[in-house]
């Protein structure tokens, strides 16, 4: 870390002088959002300086609801508890254990694969709320699927991004090209393998500010997170375009206005076969107005070691990645019952080489002639503003993103010349939206809308000799979209919910060449207005089973391409959309059996879909590659063992192909969509057991199935992938306000191949691989101040 870094810990932590006592007796303006109990009394310690803890893992994962006011700790704890099985016992004038309840009313039963998916606990007093579906609806009310992750148990993993998601959601992959240039996709809606100016088939966000549109996922690293949600797809109606697979959003912790507060964590890495990393971050709370304006910034370092070789220019560890970045948000309550919320984000990636091998060379080494870097510098402004009227809530947010994405490729010939491709991608995004939403009971409410984005992506491209690299054609690529959207949910009879909605968009799309010499193009400007609808039935079979049937559409408008015939020319590929069905289950208790699960059907129809794909040459192109289907099932499992532990498991089968593929693909290829398994699961033995004194174990052991796949479609791509078994544990010792962190990562140190493509350029001779990390051990340490 650098020493101005150093030196801003240093004096944040020696602020921290604020006495817990007088924080636990005086009354402290509180809030919590919705979630598990265990985050509630987590944050409830932070803002008011106190240390709460419960070493009983079903009370840590009963749902709560929002709580906000000025109140003191006992009070807080109170109304927190209200309608629990549960009650605080306090252990001095600063310490509080939460502990079940004489006589519970009610048998409690585990959560649905917590901290991964959670579903409505057994009292009806008490609700998970899925704040993504933009009405704050009950999760057992949502009419589709969705997961609800819980950021401390992500946090226990070190200094992670997206990765640490995948791990924990099997229906969420991505490709591997490295840090900050990947693709996710959710439920199978798996377009191509590489990174051209096709929109994303996700929407992410960060709180209610958009993160990407036509660029790679920005991998933010997950420090100070309180959960992660994820929405599978189509959901076009309530987000609009570029969100056929769903929505993940990534949901902060927001300033705390009446307490002082720093946290500090880090740890260092062994990776086997390559070099050592580590990681550190931390996170300052400040009351600037007490109960009036706080500010919350979070920075983070971390360093991946490399593992791949390249024996030819004699290096070793050579895809070491560095990552640096932070959060910055300050929150203002003026009055009225309005809240206010101005921030910022930054996050530079940068890898010293691609992380992938050849065969011919080794598992873990490859020879090539010219180093390989790639970064992704990626900045965020937003401002949120939102106030309650009773029921109904008021929204607006706004964002503005730029992203620098620039990498270096070898194209090199056989016996030849040291030859360089770069590519760099310069991407602005400005986006808005304003809402008024009314919330109800049993998905009961409504919801209307307006929103405008407007994204500009540069991509340029420079090919010949490693010295002086040559311009060669690149595009740019306009989209503005305008909205209107509106959503409802009626009751039709008893327990029976109908859910409506339909957003209409206008897209003005604008194109261009990117070169020395004009370059004339067919309707470099296009118009597209789409209407999007949904509807969806909700029933509450019993009192702990709701049945849900969806259906719903999303779509991506097009673009502009160099062409993939000649690469001296622009073409215009289309828009395409995706039409889904989806029905399923959801039961905390099946049958009395203890047994929590969900479980999942669903069918869509993809008209025109947009691929990036590689000429023979190896150069990027976009085009459309057919119509296709995907038909997924997935399910999920959770129940209590024994004391303090619980068994998860979670298993997806897709099919996946094109039925009507594109003429210049050739016959014969296999039809398969790329990227995404025919087949994946996960196995969890969750632990949380108490110690000595206030000392908690948590932690887990986890076994990760990745099914065949294929990297792409069209003859030079039908490379088979995946089909490896991915093996973690991590447990943490320690209490409420320090621990000490133990990580493994790929125990059994399997190779496997996340993902076949390293360089797009060699792609067609089938050497490529990329193997998984090697065995990875950290040790890490959290402390609260």
């Known amino acids: 870390?650098?020493?101005?870094?150093?030196?801003?810990?240093?004096?944040?932590?020696?602020?921290?002088?604020?006495?817990?006592?007088?924080?636990?007796?005086?009354?402290?303006?509180?809030?919590?959002?919705?979630?598990?109990?265990?985050?509630a009394i987590a944050t409830l310690g932070g803002q008011t300086g106190v240390s709460i803890g419960t070493v009983d893992p079903v009370l840590s994962n009963l749902p709560v609801r929002r709580l906000r006011g000025t109140m003191s700790v006992d009070q807080a704890l109170a109304r927190l508890l209200r309608g629990l099985p549960a009650r605080a016992e306090r252990i001095d004038a600063t310490s509080w254990r939460i502990v079940r309840a004489a006589r519970p009313a009610k048998p409690v039963t585990p959560r649905l694969h917590a901290p991964d998916m959670r579903s409505a606990g057994s009292s009806p007093t008490v609700d998970i709320i899925v704040t993504a579906s933009k009405r704050d609806t009950v999760l057992s009310d949502y009419p589709g699927t969705a997961y609800l992750l819980d950021g401390q148990e992500l946090a226990r993993r070190g200094a992670?991004?997206?990765?640490?998601?995948?791990?924990?959601?099997?229906?969420?992959?991505?490709?591997?090209?490295?840090?900050?240039?990947?693709k996710l996709f959710i439920r199978g809606v798996a377009?191509?393998?590489?990174?051209?100016?096709?929109?994303?088939?996700?929407?992410?966000?960060l709180g209610d500010v958009r993160l990407n549109y036509s660029a790679p996922d920005p991998n933010l690293t997950l420090v100070d997170i309180g959960s992660v949600e994820v929405l599978e797809g189509p959901q076009g109606t309530l987000y609009g375009a570029a969100?056929?697979?769903?929505?993940?959003?990534?949901?902060p912790n927001a300033p705390q206005l009446a307490s002082f507060a720093v946290a500090v964590t880090g740890g260092v890495a062994a990776t086997a076969h390559g070099a050592n990393g580590g990681d550190l971050s931390a996170v300052v709370n400040v009351p600037i107005v007490p109960d009036v304006v706080g500010l919350r910034v979070v920075a983070y370092r971390a360093i991946d070691g490399g593992y791949i070789d390249d024996p030819g220019r004699g290096l070793t560890?050579?895809?070491?990645?560095?990552?640096?970045?932070?959060?910055?948000?300050?929150?203002?309550?003026?009055?009225?019952?309005?809240?206010?919320?101005?921030?910022?984000?930054?996050?530079?990636s940068n890898s010293d080489d691609g992380q992938y091998a050849t065969r011919d060379v080794g598992p873990l080494a490859r020879r090539s002639?010219?180093?390989?870097?790639?970064?992704?510098?990626?900045?965020?402004?937003?401002?949120?503003?939102?106030?309650?009227?009773?029921?109904?809530?008021?929204?607006?947010?706004?964002?503005?993103?730029?992203?620098?994405?620039?990498?270096?490729?070898?194209?090199?010939?056989?016996?030849?010349?040291?030859?360089?491709?770069?590519?760099a991608n310069r991407i602005r995004l400005l986006s808005g939206?304003?809402?008024?939403?009314?919330?109800?009971?049993?998905?009961?409410?409504?919801?209307?809308g307006v929103s405008a984005l407007h994204n500009e992506e540069r991509l340029t491209r420079n090919l010949g000799a490693a010295a002086a690299p040559a311009r060669i054609l690149g595009v740019r690529n306009e989209t503005t979209n305008a909205s209107g959207f509106v959503e409802a949910g009626v009751r039709l009879a008893g327990r029976l919910v109908a859910t409506g909605g339909v957003r209409l968009d206008f897209a003005h799309l604008v194109g261009a060449g990117l070169s020395d010499i004009a370059v004339a193009i067919k309707e470099n400007r296009r118009n597209e207005l789409s209407l999007l609808p949904s509807i969806a039935l909700t029933w509450r079979l019993t009192d702990r089973t709701t049945l849900f049937a969806r259906y719903q559409e999303g779509f991506r408008p097009g673009g502009l391409s160099v062409s993939g015939t000649n690469g001296t020319t622009v073409e215009r590929f289309a828009g395409d959309s995706l039409k889904m069905i989806e029905a399923g289950a959801r039961f905390p208790d099946l049958l009395g059996s203890g047994i929590a699960g969900t479980t999942t059907l669903s069918y869509a129809h993809w008209e025109n879909i947009q691929a990036d794909l590689v000429d023979a040459g190896g150069l990027p192109f976009t085009a459309n590659v057919g119509t296709g289907r995907i038909i997924g099932l997935e399910a999920s499992l959770s129940r209590r063992l024994i004391a303090g532990v619980r068994g998860e498991a979670a298993v997806f089968v897709n099919k996946s192909r094109l039925t009507r593929p594109a003429a210049f693909l050739m016959a014969g290829d296999d039809p398969a969509l790329p990227n995404v398994?025919?087949?994946?699961?996960?196995?969890?033995?969750?632990?949380?057991?108490?110690?000595?004194?206030?000392?908690?174990?948590?932690?887990?052991a986890t076994l990760r199935y990745v099914g065949h796949s294929r990297l792409g479609v069209g003859p030079l791509l039908g490379i088979v992938q995946g089909h490896y078994v991915d093996t973690s544990a991590v447990a943490r010792i320690g209490t409420a306000r320090f621990g000490v962190t133990a990580t493994l990562s790929n125990l059994l140190d399997a190779r496997g191949d996340r993902f076949a493509l390293g360089n797009p350029f060699d792609v067609a001779s089938g050497r490529q691989t990329v193997p998984l990390r090697p065995r990875t051990i950290r040790i890490g340490f959290d402390a609260r101040f």
């Open 243 to 251: 969100t056929l697979g769903g929505v993940l959003r990534i949901v």
């Open 1 to 39: 870390m650098p020493r101005a870094d150093r030196a801003a810990c240093a004096v944040a932590i020696a602020c921290a002088v604020a006495s817990p006592a007088e924080a636990a007796a005086r009354r402290i303006a509180i809030s919590i959002p919705a979630g598990a109990l265990g985050n």
């Open 677 to 700: 398994a025919k087949a994946g699961g996960r196995a969890s033995l969750m632990l949380d057991r108490p110690l000595s004194g206030r000392l908690t174990l948590p932690g887990d």
């Open 369 to 423: 002639r010219i180093a390989q870097p790639f970064d992704n510098d990626y900045a965020l402004a937003s401002v949120a503003a939102t106030t309650d009227f009773g029921a109904t809530t008021f929204r607006a947010s706004a964002g503005m993103v730029a992203q620098n994405l620039d990498s270096r490729f070898d194209f090199t010939p056989a016996n030849g010349p040291l030859t360089l491709f770069e590519e």
């Open 317 to 348: 560890n050579i895809n070491r990645t560095a990552t640096r970045g932070g959060r910055a948000t300050m929150r203002v309550r003026p009055g009225g019952g309005w809240t206010v919320d101005v921030g910022g984000a930054y996050q530079a």
């Open 433 to 448: 939206e304003v809402s008024l939403a009314r919330r109800g009971t049993d998905g009961v409410g409504w919801i209307v």
């Open 160 to 182: 992670s991004g997206t990765d640490a998601i995948i791990a924990r959601l099997p229906t969420v992959e991505s490709t591997a090209l490295g840090p900050g240039r990947n």
């Open 191 to 205: 377009d191509s393998s590489f990174n051209g100016p096709s929109q994303a088939t996700i929407g992410e966000y």
